[in-house]
C-alpha cells in the first residue's frame, strides 16, 4: 500500500508546517504507515485563525445562504464520489471496519447536506411591540466568527464534519485540529472542501499534539468558540484555557452509558442491540453501551446468549468487507484495555468470555483485543464507573425498577443510555428520568442529523446536530428602532 502524504491546509493551500517537522499515522492493523502528516504547531496555527478570521470578515460574509448551500451540496456529491477512499482511509487509519467507515461517510454526506438545507433557515425574531407605535424590535442571529474545531480518533472524517459543516452553514469560518493519531481522513476533507469551491481562508485544518496546536486554539484571542469532542479530562482543560477571552465551548465528552435490560424484553432483539451497542468500532464509541444493567430473572439466559453472540463476531483486517471489528486504534489504547481487564479481576468480577487478543495470524501484528465481559459485577466497581473505551463490558445484575434506575444513574456521565422492553408506559418513565442526553429504548446508536446529541454531567454540554446547534454555532443581536422623534425626558433636558 502506497504511503500518503499530508500536508497542512491553511488559507486554501496545501503546505509543509513552518517548522518543516513530520509525523506518521500507523495502521493499527499491521502496524505500516499508512500517511506521514505535517506536524503543524503554534506559528501555523496562528496562520490558520489570522486565515480564518480575515475569510469572516472579507470573503464569507458575502456569500448568500443559498451559494453556501451550493458550496455544501458540492462538498457532499464529493464525499459520496469518493466514499470509497475515504473509507478505505479511515479503515487504515483508525482500525474501523470498511462496512463501518462506508456507513460513516455516508452519514457525513446527510449531514452536510442536512445543513446545506439550513443555510437559509437561521433567523432571528421580530419581538412583539410592548410599546405599540413607539418602538419596533428585533433580533438578527449572527455567526459567532472562527471556530475552532477539536476531533478525538474514534470517528475522524464524522467528527470532522461535524465540526466544519455546520459552522460553515451558519456563517462561520473554522481552523480544525484532528486528533494526531488518526488525521488522514480529516486532510482528505480538506482537499474535497477545496475541490468544492469553498473561498480561500473558510476552513483550515491544522494537525498537531492537542498540548501545543490544540491549547493554543483554546487560548487564542482571535477564536470566538471551540467545540471538542474527546475526554472529559480534556474538556475541563479547553473551558480554562477558553477563559482567556470568553470564548464559548461546545463539549461532547466522554460516556459510561447503561442498558437496562428487563425481564420482559425480547430476548433476541435485547442481546443484539446490546451486542451493536457495546462492541461497535471496537468499543471505541462515546456512546457505547459499557453498563449492561440486567434483571436478574433473564440474566443467566441473556449472559449465556450474548457471550455466543459475542464470541461469533468476525474479526480481522478492517479492509475485509466481512469483518465486524477490527484492532483498536493504537498500542497505548490496547495496553489500557488490558489494565482495565486486570483490575476487573483484581475487583472480584467473573471474566466469562474474552480478556484476550485473538489468536489469528492475520491479528498478530495489529492492537486487537477479543470482546470482553465481565459478569458479578457491582456498580461501585472500577471496570462499571471508568470509561475504558475498548471491547469490555459489565453485567450487572438488578432486581427492580427503582434499583436499575438508581444504578443506571448513578455514573459521573450522562451521554447516552438506553432500555430493553415491551412495557411502554416503563419505558416513557426511564426515558424521562434517566440522566443522558440521549436514551434509547429498544435500539442503540440512532443519532441523525437533525436531532440534538449531547450530554449531561461529564459528558459535558452543548448539542450537536439539528436546530439546538445553531443555538451555539451563532449569537444574537437586539436592534432598537423609535418610531418617533421624541426622545423622552428622563434627563429633564
Ligand atoms: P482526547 O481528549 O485525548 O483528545 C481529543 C482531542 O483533544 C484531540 O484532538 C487531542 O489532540 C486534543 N487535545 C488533547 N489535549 C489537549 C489540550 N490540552 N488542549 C487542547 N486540545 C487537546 O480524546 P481522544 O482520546 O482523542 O478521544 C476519546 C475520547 O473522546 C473519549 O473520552 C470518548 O468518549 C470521547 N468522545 C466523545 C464523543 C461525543 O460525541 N461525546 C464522540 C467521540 C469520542
Not at 269 to 279: D, E, K, N, R, Y
Not at 421 to 442: C, E, P
Request: charged residues 20%.
Amino acid at each position: 500500500m502506497q504511503v500518503r502524504k499530508f500536508q497542512l491546509f491553511i488559507d486554501g493551500k496545501f503546505v509543509d508546517s513552518q517548522s518543516g517537522m513530520t509525523f506518521e499515522s500507523i495502521n493499527p492493523h499491521d502496524q505500516s504507515t499508512v500517511g506521514i502528516i505535517s506536524k503543524g504547531d503554534i506559528v501555523d496555527l496562528n496562520a490558520a485563525v489570522a486565515a480564518a478570521r480575515a475569510a469572516y470578515d472579507g470573503r464569507w460574509s458575502r456569500v448568500t445562504p443559498g451559494e453556501k448551500a451550493r458550496l455544501l451540496n458540492r462538498l457532499a456529491d464529493l464525499l459520496e464520489a469518493n466514499t470509497d477512499d475515504l473509507s478505505r482511509l479511515e479503515s487504515m487509519d483508525n482500525g474501523m471496519p470498511l462496512a463501518l467507515s462506508a456507513f460513516s461517510v455516508a452519514d457525513a454526506v446527510n449531514v452536510i447536506r442536512y445543513w446545506a438545507g439550513m443555510t437559509s433557515k437561521i433567523h432571528g425574531l421580530t419581538s412583539t411591540a410592548m410599546r405599540p407605535g413607539e418602538f419596533h424590535g428585533y433580533s438578527l442571529r449572527e455567526p459567532v466568527g472562527v471556530v475552532g474545531g477539536i476531533t478525538p480518533w474514534n470517528a475522524p472524517l464524522m467528527m470532522a464534519v461535524w465540526k466544519t459543516a455546520p459552522a460553515l452553514a451558519c456563517g462561520n469560518t473554522v481552523v480544525l485540529k484532528p486528533a494526531s493519531l488518526t488525521p488522514c481522513t480529516a486532510l482528505a476533507l480538506a482537499n474535497l472542501y477545496a475541490q468544492a469551491g469553498f473561498p480561500e481562508g473558510t476552513v483550515n485544518v491544522v494537525p498537531g499534539s492537542g498540548e501545543a496546536v490544540g491549547s493554543a486554539l483554546a487560548e487564542h484571542m482571535d477564536v470566538d468558540k471551540i467545540a471538542i469532542t474527546g475526554d472529559h479530562v480534556t474538556g475541563r482543560r479547553i473551558v480554562e484555557m477558553s477563559a482567556s477571552n470568553l470564548k464559548t465551548v461546545t463539549l461532547e465528552l466522554g460516556g459510561k452509558s447503561p442498558h437496562i435490560i428487563f425481564e420482559d424484553a425480547d430476548l433476541d432483539t435485547a442481546v443484539g442491540h446490546a451486542l451493536i451497542g457495546l462492541f461497535t468500532n471496537s468499543g471505541q464509541a462515546c456512546v457505547a453501551g459499557t453498563r449492561l444493567l440486567v434483571h436478574e430473572a433473564i440474566h443467566d439466559r441473556f449472559v449465556e446468549r450474548f457471550i455466543q453472540g459475542a464470541e461469533q463476531i468476525p474479526i480481522g483486517n478492517p479492509l475485509d468487507p466481512s469483518t465486524r471489528m477490527g484492532p483498536l486504534a493504537s498500542a497505548s489504547q490496547l495496553r489500557k484495555v488490558q489494565e482495565y481487564v486486570e483490575v476487573g479481576k483484581q475487583e472480584g468480577a467473573i471474566l466469562c468470555t474474552g480478556g484476550h487478543r485473538p489468536t489469528a495470524p492475520e491479528c498478530a501484528n495489529g492492537f486487537y483485543f477479543a470482546p470482553t465481559l465481565f459478569t458479578g459485577v457491582d456498580n461501585r466497581m472500577r471496570i462499571a464507573q471508568e470509561e475504558i473505551f475498548g471491547p469490555v463490558g459489565v453485567v450487572i445484575k438488578f432486581r427492580d425498577d427503582e434499583q436499575a434506575l438508581c444504578m443506571a444513574n448513578d455514573v459521573i456521565y450522562g451521554l447516552a443510555a438506553g432500555l430493553q422492553t415491551k412495557d411502554l408506559k416503563r419505558a416513557h418513565r426511564f426515558a424521562s428520568r434517566l440522566q443522558a442526553g440521549t436514551v434509547w429504548i429498544n435500539t442503540w446508536h440512532m443519532v441523525e442529523a437533525n436531532t440534538p446529541f449531547g450530554g449531561y454531567k461529564l459528558s459535558g454540554y452543548g448539542r450537536e446536530n439539528g436546530f439546538a446547534m445553531i443555538e451555539h454555532l451563532t449569537r444574537l443581536k437586539q436592534v432598537w428602532v423609535d418610531l418617533n422623534d421624541s426622545v423622552g425626558d428622563l434627563l429633564g433636558a
